[in-house]
């Protein structure tokens, strides 16, 4: 019995090039062919499982990153409890409590833009569900930096169509909240909040959105503070 074989190699650029297999000579040609299709599919779960795991190794490592810009977004006790209360939910951490507290209502970042309209900015998970699912209406614009970690931003419209200006503020205020607001032309994606959705099982601050535009702003400490009002909502 032969210890190898030559085949036409199809995935060689030249035309004339073979491809040598190894055989085992105590096995049948049959026996040869079921052992590497055996091979074949082992590496074929192997490699949907890999694939599984990386997805979830990704999916994991976004969820952490937002916790550490959250982390540096906080301005108080209270938003440090939001975040180590979310953390025990998640199964992070253990409580030190046989009851877990019950967190009052957020208190939430507010602006005004120039010419009038009002802006909500969560500042973690919690907060960022809160004005996403429970404040915004499905006309009101939902904003955020693409592809990283950050505040949701809703600008509320009243259901009349943002100004311009409306909407640079708004997008400043996603991008200085973000682990982005010391980078320059910074990417904010925006949609109405009717095309944001959280899918089902998804952590605590996680959504897709569709039919976003974006708009590129550089972050400007002097233009959040003018925006930024002097109390929560």
Do not use: M
Not at 84 to 91: A, D, H, K, P, V
Request: glycine content about 4%.
């Amino acid at each position: 019995r032969a210890s190898q074989i030559e085949l036409p190699n199809y995935y060689a650029e030249d035309s004339n090039s073979v491809l040598c297999i190894p055989l085992d000579p105590e096995k049948s040609p049959v026996e040869n062919a079921q052992s590497y299709y055996a091979k074949y599919n082992k590496l074929k779960r192997a490699r949907q499982v890999l694939t599984e795991q990386l997805s979830l190794c990704h999916n994991e490592l976004k969820y952490l990153e937002s916790i550490a810009c959250a982390l540096e977004l906080t301005a108080s006790q209270a938003d440090i409890a939001e975040i180590r209360e979310e953390l025990i939910n998640e199964g992070y951490i253990q409580s030190g409590k046989k009851r877990r507290p019950t967190l009052s209502r957020p208190q939430l970042l507010t602006a005004t833009a120039p010419d009038g309209f009002k802006i909500i900015i969560g500042k973690n998970n919690r907060q960022n569900d809160y004005v996403t699912f429970k404040k915004a209406q499905a006309d009101d614009i939902w904003l955020h930096v693409k592809d990283s970690p950050g505040s949701h931003v809703i600008l509320q419209t009243g259901g009349a169509e943002p100004s311009a200006a409306a909407l640079l503020a708004a997008a400043q205020l996603a991008a200085y909240f973000s682990k982005a607001r010391n980078s320059s032309n910074v990417p904010v994606d925006y949609t109405r909040r009717r095309y944001v959705k959280k899918p089902a099982g998804a952590k605590p601050g996680f959504v897709i959105y569709e039919k976003q535009h974006t708009i590129f702003v550089t972050p400007d400490p002097a233009i959040i503070n003018r925006l930024l009002d002097n109390s929560g909502t």
